[in-house]
């Protein structure tokens, strides 16, 4: 989220009101351009190069031939989609969920995440969320007229780490909601069992809601404390009734155009976001919906083979980065690196990004857009590793040539 100086407009007002203003284009909008003109690789923004399953996309084929949502599908979703989500939460984690109350399907991860924070914050609530943060939580927030405080995660022991301490005094009476992210986007971050148990205790010591965004809930490639894969918030003690949890189809599936997403959480919180999320879209995606549904239940190979693939795919550009001279934080889960350019020589990412098109050929992002405290996230850039092989093994050729 880049700002740009607002534009005026009738009576001198500027157009864009204040809750947007710092708002303007988002660095995903200005780098993939640079690479279009450049002809640069784009390893900027976070989408597969290739589709998901074939069966997957003949399911939607199939759903759109047979006219199964192509008129408005039911606001909560077509029951079909909500089965299958309740059905993946209990096998894979033992949750259980009423697909009636407890599940919404929404237009990806991202209107979830703005219609639990419209439905929840109150003007002047304070929304505490872990920083660098995916972009649309900042200007969310700011919809819902909140103030976001954040909480840091720095580079310690080859991971970023949360400090649970810092965590703690964040929060103040003020505080509406914990907005939390794991497997984290950029730092690639999975937070261990200890560090969820403590976030767990604080939410039920202070009575606060959490929102939980495990987009990347099927990419973890390390777990941390031998956890097993994936922990998701909402299974621990205190949290079932206090937790919405969101994540979506895009990233797991790799069909992140069809923007199929989804909260789940206890039925007086879901039908709080769906009094929001009604105004937002209030349905979308139809036939798709019907197609997610099948591939909710693919069998358990499917997403170890997602997991195998991507993994060598970040051992491919995390060697390849190094090798380069990157300071490289080897992510445990997500499909993005975040880098330290330090070791190059450099110390601003903004700069070094705009440059690199021209330098090597490669596009990526200055993970600076994802903080506040824009000095702590200077020297961190990141990489995306979701593409084909041949294009990241381009890509690393190109990147060797960086001289410091
Ligand atoms: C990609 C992403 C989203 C958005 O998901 P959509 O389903 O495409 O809306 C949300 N949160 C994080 C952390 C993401 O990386």
């Not at 947007?20 to 190069?49: C, H, K, V, W, Y």
């Not at 404390?225 to 205190?238: C, K, M, Y």
């Not at 110390?347 to 690199?356: E, I, K, S, Y």
């Not at 000095?375 to 593409?387: D, H, S, T």
Request: hydrophobic residues 40%; contains cysteine.
């Amino acid at each position: 989220m880049t700002s740009m100086t607002s534009t005026p407009g009738p009576a001198g007002r500027p157009l864009l009101n204040r809750r947007l203003a710092e708002f303007g284009t988002t660095i995903f909008a200005e780098m993939s351009a640079l690479a279009a003109r450049t002809g640069a690789i784009n390893l900027g923004q976070g989408f597969p190069d290739t589709d998901g399953p074939e069966e997957i996309r003949e399911a939607a084929v199939r759903a759109l031939r047979d006219g199964r949502g192509n008129q408005y599908p039911p606001g909560p979703g077509v029951p079909e989609l909500r089965e299958a989500i309740a059905a993946h939460q209990a096998r894979r984690y033992g949750l259980t969920l009423d697909p009636d109350t407890e599940v919404l399907v929404t237009a990806g991860a991202t209107e979830a995440i703005a219609a639990a924070l419209l439905a929840l914050v109150e003007p002047g609530d304070e929304v505490v969320a872990l920083e660098p943060y995916y972009d649309s939580y900042a200007a969310s927030i700011a919809l819902a007229g909140g103030t976001r405080v954040p909480v840091t995660l720095r580079p310690s022991g080859g991971r970023f780490r949360l400090d649970l301490d810092e965590l703690r005094a964040a929060v103040t009476p003020r505080t509406r909601l914990l907005l939390i992210n794991t497997p984290h986007n950029p730092t690639g971050t999975v937070l261990t069992r200890a560090e969820l148990a403590e976030i767990a205790r604080l939410a039920v010591e202070r009575d606060l809601i959490v929102v939980t965004d495990e987009v990347y809930e099927h990419l973890v490639f390390e777990e941390p404390d031998g956890s097993g894969g994936h922990v998701p918030l909402a299974g621990l003690p205190g949290m079932r009734d206090r937790t919405l949890t969101i994540s979506s189809a895009g990233k797991t599936y790799s069909f992140t155009g069809w923007k199929v997403g989804w909260i789940t959480g206890p039925p007086a919180l879901v039908t709080a976001v769906r009094s929001a999320k009604q105004f937002l879209t209030y349905v979308s995606a139809g036939p798709f919906q019907y197609a997610i549904a099948e591939a909710l239940a693919l069998p358990d190979s499917y997403y170890d083979g997602l997991r195998a693939e991507l993994r060598a795919k970040r051992d491919l550009l995390a060697g390849g980065l190094a090798d380069a001279g990157f300071g490289v934080h080897v992510p445990a889960g997500t499909y993005f690196i975040t880098t330290d350019i330090r070791p190059l020589g450099e110390t601003d990412g903004f700069a070094f990004c705009r440059a690199l098109p021209s330098r090597a050929g490669v596009v990526a992002i200055p993970n600076a857009v994802f903080y506040d405290d824009r000095e702590a996230g200077a020297p961190f850039v990141r990489f995306a590793f979701c593409k084909r092989t041949e294009v990241l093994e381009e890509a690393v050729t190109r990147l060797k040539q960086l001289t410091p």
